[in-house]
């Protein structure tokens, strides 16, 4: 037992400290999510928007500010963590590589990494919730923070399979960025006219979005749209453990020819061939040239 804790303390440690020494995300969650989520709540009307909201069965009538701002703390949370854990898993690739390769158990290191985006997506949503609450007052406020909080874990876990599947770094950043911005977008119904469509029940964040809504402007619990966001979770951190796993596979060869031991019957073949000392007849020959 205390070896695998030894073992998991140190990857989550290596993993923590590739975090830290990201300043542009840290840059990022300082500034990017009070500015976007305060700009969504300044730059949109307050007129109140009526929907439907499928978690409750309510039909509301928010105003429409207060609803945008939601969608842009989601949006902040989902692009803030999924581009941290691809560029730690993008950038530490190698690294992984080199320590499965050297023996260290993979189990430890997805660990790890699921110990370093549970981290990052608590802190990075309980930062949302409070610059929200600054603004206005949301009915539910832990509901909130739980629903950034699945989100930044969907996003997180996202994030690592395409910094394990991708192969160039522009690649994972257009990936997370599309990603949040058409799954979000389509779910505002002051964006959207098609947020009641029922296709976008089958987007990543469906489920946070009907939870932080509810959270917003509603005071009942809706426990079944978080487990549809943890339900996410799971299908992208099953992505992450196959690319992980694909890009720290064992590279070499299974078995590699090898010589036969010496022995006997092949020291023979293992010594240089004598020189053999010239015939009669060849030396005959020599005089006589």
């Known amino acids: 037992m205390r070896f695998h804790l030894t073992r998991f303390a140190v990857a989550t440690r290596f993993t923590l400290l590739e975090h830290g020494r990201n300043r542009f995300a840290m840059i990022l969650v300082i500034l990017f999510v009070p500015v976007w ?6 730059a949109m009307p307050d007129t109140p928007a009526r929907m439907q909201l499928h978690a409750t069965g309510e039909a509301l009538a928010p105003h429409g500010n207060e609803l945008t701002s939601i969608s842009g703390a989601l949006n902040a949370v989902t692009l ?8 730690a898993t993008f950038s530490g690739s190698g690294f992984d590589r080199r320590l499965a390769m050297a023996g260290y158990p993979r189990a430890h ?37 739980a629903a950034l909080f699945c989100a930044g874990l969907t996003y997180g876990a996202l994030g690592v399979g395409f910094g394990s599947l991708l192969r160039r770094e522009i690649e994972g950043m257009f990936a997370i960025v599309m990603t949040s911005i058409i799954d979000l977008a389509l779910q505002n119904p002051i964006m959207s006219s098609g947020a009641d469509n029922p296709v976008v029940r089958y987007l990543p964040s469906y489920g946070a979005m009907q939870a932080s809504t509810a959270a917003g402007f509603s005071t009942n619990p809706v426990p079944g749209h978080l487990a549809i966001q943890l339900t996410w979770f799971a299908g992208a951190a099953l992505l992450a453990l196959l690319g992980f796993r694909r890009s720290t596979r064992n590279c070499l060869p299974s078995s590699a020819p090898t010589s036969p031991p010496p022995g006997p019957e092949s020291s023979k073949g293992g010594l240089p061939t004598p020189r053999q000392a010239a015939t009669p007849s060849a030396a005959s020959d020599t005089e006589a040239h």
Do not use: D, N
């Open 109 to 145: 290191l997805i660990l790890a990494k699921v110990t370093a985006l549970a981290l990052v997506s608590a802190a990075v949503a309980a930062y949302a919730t409070a610059i929200t609450c600054l603004a206005w007052t949301p009915r539910q406020p832990l509901l909130l923070a």
């Open 80 to 87: 803030i963590t999924g581009f941290m854990m691809f560029a």
């Open 37 to 42: 989520t305060t700009l969504a709540y300044l």
